[in-house]
């Protein structure tokens, strides 16, 4: 009953921009933090960036400077701004919610641990 679904990646030349966006859908009261990973080709998904609840964030060091996460907790949004982006920015992009309250259709409040989005592909390349 709880979905994460992002949008916004898309193919740009080095140095441009892109903004992603991930929604949490559902009946939600709560979320932890939330966060950006990424996986390129051959290697293991790592992170990119965190934001707790109450907006603290932490970047990997390859990104800071250039990418911004934030969070709109009205509409269960978090969103990543990435900006002078490099081939080596080249991914598939996946959001996470570390843990969604959220009540059912029998009025129920329950807890989702650790969900993903369905994932977005960045390509960086001229």
């Known amino acids: 009953q709880v979905q994460l679904v992002e949008s916004g990646g898309g193919l740009v030349q080095p140095g441009g921009s892109l903004r992603l966006s991930c929604a949490v859908s559902?009946?939600?009261?709560?979320?932890?933090?939330m966060g950006w990973y990424r996986q390129a080709p051959g290697k293991e998904r790592e992170s990119v960036a965190v934001?707790?609840?109450?907006?603290?964030?932490n970047y990997a060091d390859s990104v800071k400077g250039r990418f911004t996460i934030s969070r709109d907790n009205a509409k269960n949004t978090v969103y990543l701004q990435m900006n002078s982006l490099k081939p080596a920015d080249t991914a598939v992009y996946y959001c996470?919610?570390?843990?969604?309250?959220?009540?059912?259709?029998?009025?129920?409040?329950?807890?989702?641990?650790?969900?993903w989005g369905q994932g977005t592909q960045v390509t960086v390349s001229s």
């Open positions: 996470n919610a570390d843990r969604v309250g959220y009540i059912t259709r029998l009025g129920i409040r329950r807890y989702e641990n650790d969900l």
């Open positions: 559902g009946s939600i009261f709560s979320i932890n933090d």
């Open positions: 934001i707790s609840s109450v907006g603290t964030t």
